[in-house]
């Protein structure tokens, strides 16, 4: 998985000058890459953050809350990595069927970078076309206030710095699914995770709560369980070998049934 | 009878009536173990009724229906087919209505338990073998649980080894914390007093030693032993 | 049915081999009492030691913790699996139900021959366990990751469910040959004893539910000795799904203790009250297979606070309340058999009559635990542990007791009544009051199950007493138990060498067992013509009003 999130993040392209700075330091902690989520599961975004979409509205992310949110931070002036993880999103979700955006969840970008602007979301989104069709339950975002970036990012543990040597940004390519109420539920990885992973995980933001027409695509998410090794969904092999074991008080009661009433047969001919 | 049914249900009933008596300091919002003790005297008052008419029902039967003679046989009439299904089904619906009564109740109690208001402090629990860690949302970490006075709080809680459980016994309420998983546990603390938390989930060797104080103290106390807290 | 009686047959072997070399389903029966008498011994002894600890604070009485805490496990782990469930679904329906259905033996004789034995290497297994040096410390519920971390020796654990689970699997299947095939010509299904019925609900059960503990454990095994990580959540293990596996058996097998305890009782009353058990029909079809449907969705309710979605623990909520229903029929029937009945009262009867106090306190008790919003609180409390012992240990293990001392005749030919009976259930049923109703007061203000130290609460005070004050009132109780029990089987020896003889029929009961056969009953069970039974007989038409 590191390799996966390392080459999303190395595919960045070289960036402006304004960014500054040029410090010859470029051996990167891997653990940038990933969310510590031993220690941010559960923990609550500033759902009152103020925020701009690509019209220029401003709305608050409690607004996108109600119903399980993923969360994708990334920045709009590259067009690698993070085109890359939002590129990726889009691409699972076009597979994904057991639960519709917009009804099921919602999905919101919203740029760390306290340089992006109107424009560059625009020259971003256009960039993503996959997104177009996508009717509004997919939303791209910057802060209003270029002071709240950092300790929104560092209430839920996603650590982004500038490198200068690489001019890019190092960041971890998470989808961070919120709860109904704002709670990191859930983080998986671009380029790591299938429509499957991206369902379940809705599922567990979902915190249970199901509607009664779901219940099959319920039961079903009940077969897998995350793997923190593996960052995404692996099947759960100790309720197939409970569930399966259940056959075995009927096939021994049958099979000595048949056997009885073979040894009870052979005793009457005699 | 009532008389009767009410002290019984206070002998085997709560003695921390401390509780209620702050009750009226609150802060309007629903206060679990409050909540928790009515349903306590609701359901002991419901199966004491029960549990006292059987056994009136039992004790005279078995001293009016005692044989007089070794060879003496019983005297019940067999059920006739109506008889025996109105002894199944009106009984049932019996039970069946004090369940839903029962379970109605429960659950009421269960929203105050579970639905956390949005202004909730959060504070986050790790659970060790063989203690409690408390972080704050500034970032301290503590040892000792400190709450402030009439602020609902919310306790977000996960384990870093086995599975332990956070009893809160003066508030009423457990939850287990597990590796892997996150739980929590709604607080609302209307009662200025110093309290513990113990290890309510078998983990090992000093499970009966996993303890760590809890104190809910006013607003000013708190904020200058979070402070304190911060710097040492 | 077939005339041929070779299965029952003996060899004209002697002395041990006579026993060992056994497939006679009363010997069997014997060997199971034996057994599970021995585990009850044993694990009531780690019962006095736990509770001996308890009396006071910090650790006086045991070396260790690591040792309080195998102690615990073997008196939870034996007492459930070791005595209850063999001494009712192994030594009661082993020796009687055969005789109740007019069957000359089980269906496979052989195969519940080697169930016993693999139930005796099982209780050795669990014995070996107090030798080794690391012995299993995991509770009898054995949840990871601990039990997967700890020092002890898990693997003890899991071979012994194995060794009894698979016993238990081989035993319900025979039996349920056994009652299907095997009934004497004439007897349908509505004149079966209510032991019959019971002990049939509970193999079902067993035969359903034991083989997911069996994997469950299995896959406990591999993960500590393997090296998989079937429940280790950092390698896409779940820690809860151990829990809801293991509950999903468990909790039935509660009620495959529960169940043939009930059929016992209903049997002793019958005959005690000569009455026809009030409601039949309702009793076994909506109570003993209204449990059986019930029960397996109940689970939920021992992982109340477990963080599990609210709507599964309120579903459960629902569920487990709704268990009141069947049991509330059962309890009706027990009430109604009472009902204009000619009781007589001996050793076995006022056990029983203990026992209808038992499942009104320990029944009752249970309501609140039903309800997630009180066991946010109750849960891992004392209170849990004396609404369990209540319910479960105690009102089995009565109506065990009171089987023995009814059946005591059957069996020997002789008595066990006598003043020493008498003074031994006095003893021991004063005795569990004693013991428990502590529990109950201070568990309520949270005094925690498995805890040798309580240091924490003892600012705290019930009634102007203390957590400690309590706890060793319960100590006090405890030995009164152990001087009851110590009495009682005394007396259970005493009176098989040289008890009054007893009788053919010496309650005057119209059930097969006591009608159509010597005491004890020979090979074969009924001499040499076959058990017919005509469409009226019943077992408990004792006055055709």
Redesign the interface.
């Given at each position: 998985m590191a390799s996966a999130l390392l080459g999303c993040a190395l595919a960045a392209f070289p960036a402006k000058a304004q960014y500054g700075g040029n410090v010859p330091v470029s051996d990167i902690d891997p653990s940038i890459f990933q969310i510590d989520e031993?220690k941010y599961?559960?923990?609550?975004v500033n759902a009152d953050v103020d925020l701009i979409d690509a019209q220029g509205n401003a709305f608050k992310l409690a607004d996108k809350l109600g119903k399980p949110l993923i969360l994708v931070l990334s920045y709009y002036s590259c067009d690698g990595s993070c085109s890359v993880i939002n590129k990726d999103l889009s691409a699972q979700l076009a597979d994904v069927t057991n639960i519709a955006m917009g009804k099921d969840f919602n999905v919101l970008t919203i740029s760390f970078d306290e340089h992006d602007t109107l424009d560059t979301l625009g020259v971003f989104k256009e960039h993503l076309k996959t997104t177009e069709n996508m009717n509004g339950s997919w939303t791209f975002a910057t802060f209003k206030n270029k002071d709240d970036i950092k300790p929104f990012a560092d209430a839920i543990g996603f650590n982004f710095f500038w490198s200068p040597q690489d001019r890019t940004f190092f960041h971890p390519g998470a989808f961070m699914f919120l709860t109904s109420e704002g709670?990191l539920a859930r983080v998986l990885y671009a380029l790591n995770s299938g429509p499957q992973d991206i369902t379940l995980a809705v599922y567990d933001a979902n915190e249970g709560n199901f509607k009664p027409s779901d219940i099959a695509h319920y039961a079903v998410s009940l077969c897998y369980s995350?793997n923190?090794a593996e960052g995404k969904y692996t099947i759960s092999i100790p309720l197939f070998v409970g569930v399966g074991s259940l056959s075995l008080g009927v096939t021994s009661f049958t099979v000595s049934v048949l056997w009885f009433r073979r040894r009870r047969r052979g005793r009457k001919v005699l | 009878m009532r008389k009767l049914l009410s002290a019984m249900s206070g002998l085997?009933g709560t003695?921390?009536l401390s509780s209620q008596a702050f009750a009226a300091e609150g802060n309007g919002l629903a206060v679990p173990n409050q909540?928790?003790e009515r349903?306590?005297h609701e359901?002991?008052m419901?199966?004491t009724v029960?549990?006292v008419i059987?056994?009136i029902?039992?004790v005279i039967?078995?001293i009016k229906?005692?044989?007089?003679s070794?060879?003496?046989?019983?005297?019940?009439?067999?059920?006739t087919t109506v008889q025996?299904?109105a002894?199944?089904l009106i009984?049932?619906s019996v039970?069946?209505a004090?369940?839903?009564f029962?379970?109605a109740?429960?659950?009421t109690?269960?929203n105050?338990?579970?639905r956390v208001p949005e202004n909730a402090m959060?504070i986050?629990v790790t659970g060790y073998q063989w203690y409690f860690e408390f972080t704050y949302e500034d970032g301290t970490t503590t040892s000792e649980l400190v709450l402030p006075h009439n602020q609902p709080v919310v306790l977000?809680m996960?384990s870093?080894?086995?599975?332990h459980?956070f009893?809160l016994?003066?508030f009423?309420?457990?939850?287990?914390v597990?590796?892997?998983?996150?739980?929590?546990i709604y607080l609302n603390p209307v009662e200025i007093r110093e309290t513990?938390v113990?290890c309510?989930?078998?983990?090992?060797?000093?499970?009966?030693?996993m303890?760590n104080a809890v104190r809910v103290v006013p607003q000013a106390e708190f904020d200058a032993w979070l402070a304190e807290a911060a710097n040492g | 049915m077939s005339t041929h009686t070779t299965a029952a047959g003996h060899a004209p072997a002697s002395g041990w081999k006579e026993w060992v070399l056994t497939t006679d389903h009363k010997r069997i029966g014997v060997l199971y009492l034996i057994g599970s008498m021995a585990a009850f011994g044993v694990a009531g002894l780690m019962a006095l030691i736990i509770r001996l600890e308890q009396m006071e604070l910090g650790m006086q009485y045991v070396a260790?913790?690591?040792q309080y805490?195998s102690f615990l496990y073997f008196h939870g782990a034996a007492m459930v699996l070791a005595f209850l469930i063999p001494g009712l679904t192994g030594f009661a329906a082993n020796y009687f139900l055969p005789l109740m259905i007019g069957a000359r033996d089980v269906a496979f004789p052989r195969i519940n021959a080697f169930s016993i034995w693999l139930f005796y290497f099982a209780i050795v297994l669990a014995l070996l366990s107090f030798v080794i040096p690391d012995a299993p410390?995991i509770?009898w519920t054995g949840?990871p990751?601990?039990s997967v971390?700890?020092t002890g020796n898990t693997a003890f654990y899991v071979f012994t469910v194995h060794l009894l689970g698979f016993s238990s699997i081989l035993g319900a299947v025979n039996f349920l040959v056994t009652v299907i095939y095997m009934r004497a010509p004439g007897m349908g299904w509505n004149q079966l004893n209510i032991f019959v019925w019971t002990t049939i609900a509970a193999f079902v059960l067993q035969l359903i539910f034991i083989p997911v503990l069996a994997a469950a454990v299995t896959l406990l095994l591999f993960d500590k000795y393997m090296g998989t990580h079937f429940y280790d959540?950092?390698a896409g293990g779940?820690?809860?799904l151990y829990q809801n596996l293991f509950w999903f058996y468990s909790h039935p097998a509660v009620y495959v203790i529960f169940l043939p305890a009930v059929g016992i009782l209903m049997d002793i009353m019958a005959t005690m009250?000569?009455?026809?058990i009030?409601?039949y029909?309702?009793a076994v079809y909506?109570g003993i297979w209204g449990i059986v449907a019930i029960g397996g969705i109940v689970w939920i309710h021992h992982l109340y606070?477990?963080?599990m979605p609210?709507w599964i623990?309120?579903g459960h909520?629902?569920t487990t309340?709704?268990i009141?229903?069947p049991v509330?029929?059962l309890?009706?029937s027990f009430?109604?058999?009472?009902?204009?009945?000619?009781?007589?009262?001996n050793t076995a009867m006022m056990y029983a009559?203990s026992c209808?106090?038992l499942i009104?306190?320990g029944g009752?008790?249970g309501?609140?635990l039903?309800?997630?919003?009180?066991t946010?609180?109750l849960?891992?409390?004392s209170y849990v542990h004396a609404h369990f012992h209540f319910i479960m240990a105690l009102f089995s293990a009565f109506a065990l007791f009171a089987g023995i001392y009814y059946w005591f005749p059957k069996m020997t030919g002789r008595y066990a009544d006598g003043p020493i009976a008498t003074l031994s259930f006095w003893l021991n049923f004063i005795g569990v009051n004693v013991t428990f109703w502590p529990l109950?007061?201070i568990g309520?203000?949270?005094m925690?199950r498995?805890?040798?130290?309580?240091?924490?609460?003892s600012d705290m005070?019930?009634?102007g007493y203390t957590f400690q004050q309590f706890n060793t009132i319960a100590t006090y109780g405890s030995w009164i138990i152990a001087v009851g029990m110590l009495l009682q089987f005394m007396n259970f020896i005493k009176a098989a060498i040289s008890g009054p003889v007893a009788p053919l029929n010496p309650w005057?009961s119209k059930s097969l067992e006591w009608t159509h056969t010597a005491s004890p009953p020979g090979p074969g069970n009924f001499g040499d013509t076959d058990v017919v039974v005509d469409e009226n007989w019943s077992p408990y038409e004792?006055?055709r009003?």
């Open positions: 031993k599961l559960g923990a609550k709670r995350y923190y | 085997v003695v921390l909540s928790w349903l306590w359901v002991i419901d199966i029960i549990g059987m056994a029902l039992a039967m078995l229906y005692k044989a007089s070794p060879d003496q046989l019983g005297t019940a009439k067999k059920l025996s299904i002894w199944a009984p049932a039970f069946m004090d369940d839903f029962l379970a109740n429960g659950w109690v269960w105050d338990y579970r959060e986050k977000r996960t870093e080894d086995v599975i459980s009893g016994p003066g009423r309420v457990k939850e287990d597990m590796p892997g998983r996150i739980t929590y513990f113990q309510a989930e078998f983990c090992g060797n000093d499970h009966s030693v303890t | 260790s913790a690591t805490n410390d509770m949840y990751p601990y971390t700890t959540p950092s779940d820690v809860l009250c000569k009455n026809r009030f409601n029909k309702a909506a606070i477990t963080g609210d623990r309120l909520m629902v309340l709704l009141s229903v509330g029929i309890v009706l009430w109604g058999t009472l009902y204009k009945g000619a009781i007589t009262y009559v209808l106090y009104l306190l009752l008790t309501i609140p039903a309800i997630p919003s009180m946010v609180h849960s891992e409390t109950f007061i309520k203000e949270g925690p498995r805890y040798w130290n309580y240091e924490m609460f005070t019930v009634f005057g004792y006055n009003g």
